[in-house]
């Protein structure tokens, strides 16, 4: 029995790099990302036993309803890898819109909680599985121009270290 691994932000980069690899070692992949023509480049490419449709981190009701597609396709996932995550457009924070800081905050941290919200519930019932938040450097350290994002990795550093002590033996 192969196991399953869920990504966010799976069409390019190292959302891509994650599923092409893991798929590579027979593990089966369901992803979500925002575009789904790239989403259906990735599955062809791939082939195999594999899930990928679009979502919208940024959205409760998108993901819900991913969830709970993937579940019916893959069952419940052995590891949800959080990868979804943009960047402001650099410049210093008083120049950065309402608009663009707020989407930056919805897909880097709400939309990880959001995943979190509702695919643990999944995991406890199962009583096992692992899940990854992703940061980045820019998560233990600043830089000029990109404060917004900088925020969201300290953010999710902080979280992913309270729930790790939140969890029950068996989850990661």
Known sequence: MSQTVWITGVSKGLGKVLAE???????????????????????????????FQSADVSSERSVEQWVAAASAMTGTPDLLINNAAIINTPKPLWEVSEEEFEQVMQINICGVARMIRVVL????????????????????????????????????????????QELPKGIA
């Open 21 to 51: 690899g893991f798929a590579a070692r027979g593990w089966q992949v369901a992803g979500c990302a925002r575009s789904q023509q790239q989403l259906e480049d990735l599955e062809m490419d791939l082939g195999g036993d594999h899930y």
């Open 121 to 164: 519930p999944l995991m406890l019932q199962q009583g096992s599985g692992i899940i990854a938040n992703l940061s980045s450097g820019w998560g233990r350290s600043t830089s000029p121009d990109v404060a917004p994002y900088c925020a969201t990795k300290w953010a999710i550093e902080g979280m992913t270290q309270a729930l790790a």
